[in-house]
Antibody
Framework: EVQLVETGGGLIQPGGSLRLSCAAS????????MSWVRQAPGKGLEWVSV???????YYADSVKGRFTISRDNSKNTLYLQMNSLRAEDTAVYYC????????????WGQGTLVTVSS | DIQMTQSPSSVSASVGDRVTITCRAS??????LAWYQQKPGKAPKLLIY???SLQSGVPSRFSGSGSGTDFTLTISSLQPEDFATYYC??????????FGQGTRLEIK
């Protein structure tokens, strides 16, 4: 059974850093395209970043230069390093597996809440 | 960037009703469109991919259609568990992906 479990969210001051983790089971992270998608409180979904199976990474303009997506193949885990956090980064962050053939997200984690506030 | 606009933003309907939600892309996206259902406090769930293909395990009362810029999600006979928020998502500009703003489906 495919499962994605995010951890690492919490309350952080503006300008601070946080690293989110997404532990996967039931499939191999490094063989798939993996993304982070976020949802601000009461708002819609926003794609944040993707890492290809080959290792290439891409980011939304809103986080480019501040966020870094990566993975640890030995731990079958996806990460999102978030630096220079802003109030507008406050959101539930989901990791999601991208079904490349359909370019849709077929599996999602339960999400982890990041709150950026002083 | 490709913008996705859903309409309506919210809709009220009754159990057994037929409901259609529309998603319009700011430029042609071929059939690179997916639909998701999200319930409060839960992650989104993939319903439809490639504009009209039903994801495994999704009831057949859900259907999708369209190509180019105009797409629809139809629920043929609403069930109590269908009341949720629905999002469209384009991937024509992959790796850049964008979602619609969502349509909230409420009980009348």
């Amino acid at each position: 059974e495919v499962q994605l479990v995010e951890t690492g969210g919490g309350l952080i001051q503006p300008g601070g850093s946080l690293r989110l983790s997404c532990a996967a089971s039931g499939f191999t992270v490094s063989s798939n395209y993996m993304s982070w998608v976020r949802q601000a409180p009461g708002k819609g979904l926003e794609w944040v970043s993707v890492i290809y199976s080959g290792g290439s990474t891409y980011y939304a303009d809103s986080v480019k230069g501040r966020f870094t997506i990566s993975r640890d193949n030995s731990k079958n885990t996806l990460y999102l390093q978030m630096n220079s956090l802003r109030a507008e980064d406050t959101a539930v962050y989901y990791c999601a597996k991208l079904w490349f053939g359909a370019l849709g997200f077929d599996y999602w984690g339960q999400g982890t809440l990041v709150t950026v506030s002083s | 960037d490709i913008q996705m606009t859903q309409s309506p933003s919210s809709v009220s309907a009754s159990v057994g009703d037929r409901v259609t939600i529309t998603c319009r892309a700011s430029q042609g996206i071929s059939s690179w469109l997916a639909w998701y259902q999200q319930k409060p406090g839960k992650a989104p769930k993939l319903l439809i991919y490639a504009a009209s293909s039903l994801q495994s395990g999704v009831p057949s009362r859900f259907s999708g259609s369209g190509s180019g810029t105009d797409f629809t999600l139809t629920i043929s006979s609403l069930q109590p568990e269908d009341f949720a928020t629905y999002y469209c998502q384009q991937a024509n500009s992959f790796p850049s992906i964008t979602f619609g703003q969502g349509t909230r489906l409420e009980i009348k």
